[in-house]
């Protein structure tokens, strides 16, 4: 707090942290495992001008601050975590974090405020398909490198009970069929894209298309799905598969996650979750 004239205040924080719980409500099927954690925050009144902390002392003494060339205010967060997603993805590495709360548009074009967790990251890996059990376990699916990645979690403002939207935008470099037996790429996948968008049973979606939410990674990402296109859960690549080295089909090729198919087994009804390749 300024000591003279007007008595404006700042403040200014760094902190890490070995661990961090998110609370994301009743979501089922995200899962955020934080590893590493560290926030960096600088703020003032509004209208005001920033404190310069790398200047800033305290009885002769440094404050400790030291920001590095970021001006301005600002709130980060950086995590260290693996996110897994509706157990069909599964990411590890390093995520920009950020929350806010924006007003976006349905698919019936009425606007709601919703308060949104934002997750970017550039080059990580990733596993899509059915996750390995353990480590002795391989999977069945594509291992996804150098991926840049997006991550909304949106939640009602008003009425949190509603649910959460999910949206996932991802540009991968390089990907690899895993654990399909007989089932080969002829040639490198290109045009790698992962792609979510999810809303809660009953609700309307989110037109991301009128109200495109931007994610900040070394490139940004924008989600921008119209919500005509639906609910999904996928990996869309350009491939050539070899099948029992007998057919060669070249084309463009999607990952599905398939929940709560019904199939008979010996004579019995049933139902079955995995990955359907189309």
């Known amino acids: 707090t300024e000591t003279s004239g007007a008595g404006r205040t700042w403040s200014a924080l760094t902190a890490s942290a070995a661990s961090m719980a998110l609370d994301l409500g009743d979501l089922d099927g995200v899962d955020v495992a934080a590893t590493g954690v560290t926030l960096v925050m600088s703020a003032t009144e509004a209208g ?14 440094s404050t400790g601050f030291s920001f590095g060339s970021r001006t301005g205010a600002f ?17 590890d590495g390093s995520f920009s974090f950020a929350k806010e709360t924006i ?52 939640q009602k403002t008003e009425s949190p009970d509603s649910g959460l939207w999910v949206a996932v935008q991802g540009m991968v470099t390089s990907a690899t069929l895993v654990g399909f037996d007989g089932l080969t790429a002829g040639s490198p996948l290109s045009n790698i894209e992962v792609n979510i968008n999810v809303a809660p049973e009953g609700q309307q979606a989110i037109n991301y298309f009128e109200t495109p939410i931007s994610v900040g990674t070394v490139t940004p990402l924008v989600i921008d799905y119209a919500s005509s296109a639906g609910s999904f859960i996928e990996v869309a690549a350009d491939a050539q598969l070899n099948v029992q080295e007998f057919a060669h089909v070249s084309g463009r090729f999607a990952l599905r996650l398939a929940n709560g198919v019904s199939a008979e087994v010996a004579g019995n009804a049933t139902s079955v979750s995995g990955v359907i390749l189309s």
């Open 48 to 61: 005001e001008p920033v404190i310069d902390w790398m200047t800033s002392q305290s009885n002769g003494l």
């Open 75 to 91: 709130f980060d967060v950086e995590l260290q975590a693996v996110i897994t997603l509706f157990d069909f993805i599964r990411i």
């Open 103 to 154: 007003r976006l548009e349905m698919n019936d074009g009425l606007k709601n405020d919703f308060d949104v967790i934002r997750f970017g990251a550039s080059d990580v890996d990733a596993f899509a398909g059915v996750l390995p059990i353990d480590d002795q376990d391989t999977g069945k699916g594509l291992d996804l490198r150098g991926m840049s990645f997006a991550l909304t979690i949106a």
